[in-house]
């Protein structure tokens, strides 16, 4: 496979700018293997329904802790149950995401260890206030983004908006799921791309069979954003951050969270090959416009 690299990813120890977004009953430890085996960055997601008995479980899952690996955890959930941050911590994890919330005491932490820390803006202020705050590396996510966030901006607008005011790294996150969207994206100036959708549809994945074939099947216009099913959940997420779902699965009740980039989920792959095509595809491109 063809290596692609960006300052960022070479302090990482990566081989290719890639980065599967830490998505809650979805990422968990057999595609966060995956994922770094193949030379990007594999998460483990705790979500909405994380817990640390969860955490735990995948982690025993987990297989490729010689490579850069992350955990991402949901602000208001890790409050909830508090065991999650410093099992989490201990764990080890090359990076560690906290997104959705207001409050970053738990960057003095991990840094502590030596773990980069990273989380999700939808705003130019919100990424300012997390590089000052210490976060070393900033994830862009658009509104075209699958799952949860602050449907604000697009995702390239924010991307360039954001480059513009920090200098700390900037991951390029929403509807990123083809070569081209990975190489827009590092051409504008991302140390790497946050991508979802297209990882949630592989077959390392922890969605289930019926989900995944809707995955498949779905296009660029057939999601939308709801709260429908965190309310009839009871989940605690704030108003400002609603999934963006498959409209096909709010109509038939069941919440399938995918980004505007679905329709580049084809098929169903591994993760080993979606990332050699994201690679290779994105760095031929890369070569033919700079040439």
Do not use: K, Y
Request: glycine residues 14%; charged residues 20%; negative net charge.
């Amino acid at each position: 496979m063809t290596g692609l690299h960006t300052a960022w990813t070479r302090s990482v120890g990566l081989t290719t700018p890639i980065v599967c977004a830490p998505m809650g009953g979805a990422a968990g430890g057999a595609l966060a293997t995956a994922v770094s085996r193949a030379g990007g960055l594999g998460m483990i997601g705790m979500g909405s329904s994380g817990s640390t008995d969860r955490l735990r479980a995948e982690l025993s899952v987990f297989d490729a802790r010689d490579r850069p690996w992350g955990i991402g955890l949901v602000d208001w959930r890790m409050r909830q149950d508090t065991e999650l941050l410093p099992t989490a911590i201990a764990a080890g994890p090359t990076l560690l995401s906290v997104s959705f919330g207001e409050s970053f005491e738990w960057v003095a932490d991990a840094r502590a260890q030596g773990i980069t820390t990273t989380t999700q803006v939808a705003t130019v202020a919100e990424a300012v206030r997390a590089q000052d705050a210490g976060i070393d590396v900033v994830v862009a996510r658009g509104s075209e983004g699958g799952g949860h966030g602050a449907p604000t901006v697009g995702a390239l607008t924010l991307l360039c908006a954001v480059l513009d005011r920090v200098q700390i790294p900037v991951l390029a996150a929403g509807g990123i799921a083809s070569a081209r969207g990975v190489a827009a994206a590092l051409a504008a100036g991302a140390s790497g791309v946050w991508v979802g959708t297209v990882f949630s549809g592989c077959v390392e994945s922890l969605i289930d069979d019926d989900a995944r074939a809707a995955l498949v099947t779905a296009d660029e216009t057939t999601t939308e954003v709801t709260t429908r099913f965190d309310r009839a959940a009871g989940h605690a997420w704030p108003d400002r951050f609603p999934e963006r779902v498959l409209t096909s699965a709010v109509d038939g009740g069941t919440g399938v969270n995918a980004g505007q980039g679905v329709a580049m989920v084809r098929r169903t792959r591994s993760a080993a090959e979606v990332i050699a095509d994201l690679t290779s595809g994105a760095a031929d491109l890369l070569g033919r416009w700079s040439r």
